[in-house]
């Protein structure tokens, strides 16, 4: 079956880093996304992987493993707007997004 | 205003009743997409359109259907609502169905009594 994997819920500090992790299963590849969601608002798109390493942009970074299943977003520079749900989501062989359930951050003072 | 619109907001409904969920993009995007969000699941795809005048089933399809008469529109209908419906629905958009960036709009919470 089809599977994305993340935890629940992460706290961290502000101005600190954080790793949210994320491994998958998907029939076949297409691509790792990650969108970040504001409670009560929708998701919107922070990054797309389908080569493996790592992206840049900005303060955050997405990182792929296709051998191993495995993406992590990394949030540098923590600032209290950052919090909000992160949603990872892999794209299967026909070009359908599998999502996780979400890792909610909160950020801390 | 570029993006995508969704109506209602919110609505509470009778189990039974017929509901018509609309979606508008202004982006010119071929692809559109209906979730829905239940807490602690992952958003589940419930019908997507290529291209106007085609549709496809999604994971979760049962007890819902949809339309695309046109690129900007994408209604999702609740024939007979029942309580295992009540979510958060999202409609999106895309230029392609590939891999490109998927849009979302604002969501319709739905809660059927």
């Known amino acids: 079956g089809q599977n994305i994997d993340q935890p629940t819920e992460m706290t961290a500090t502000e101005g600190a880093i954080v790793q949210i992790n994320c491994t998958y299963q998907t029939s076949g590849f297409n691509g790792l996304f990650w969108y970040q969601q504001h409670a009560g608002e929708a998701p919107t798109f922070l990054s797309y992987n389908v080569l493996d390493g790592l992206e840049e942009k900005g303060r955050f970074s997405s990182f792929l493993s296709r051998s191993k299943g495995y993406s992590y977003l990394l949030l540098k520079e923590l600032q209290m707007k950052d919090s909000a749900s992160y949603l990872c989501?892999?794209?299967?062989?026909?070009?359908?997004?599998?999502w996780g359930a979400g890792t909610k951050l909160i950020i801390k003072p | 205003i570029a993006g995508i619109t969704q109506a209602p907001t919110s609505q509470i409904l009778a189990a039974g009743r017929r509901m018509t969920l609309r979606c508008t993009q202004d982006?010119?995007?071929?692809?559109m997409y209906w979730y829905r969000q239940d807490l602690g699941l992952g958003l589940r795809l419930i019908h997507y359109?290529?291209?106007?005048?085609?549709?496809g089933k999604g994971e979760v399809p049962d007890g819902y259907s949809v339309s695309r008469a046109n690129t900007d529109d994408f209604p999702l209908t609740l024939a007979s609502a029942v309580p295992s419906q009540t979510s958060v629905y999202f409609c999106a958009s895309s230029e392609q169905r590939d891999t490109d960036t998927q849009y979302f709009g604002p969501g319709t919470r739905l809660t059927v009594l």
């Open positions: 982006m010119r995007h071929n692809a």
């Open positions: 989501a892999g794209m299967d062989s026909n070009y359908q997004l599998i």
């Open positions: 359109s290529n291209t106007a005048g085609t549709t």
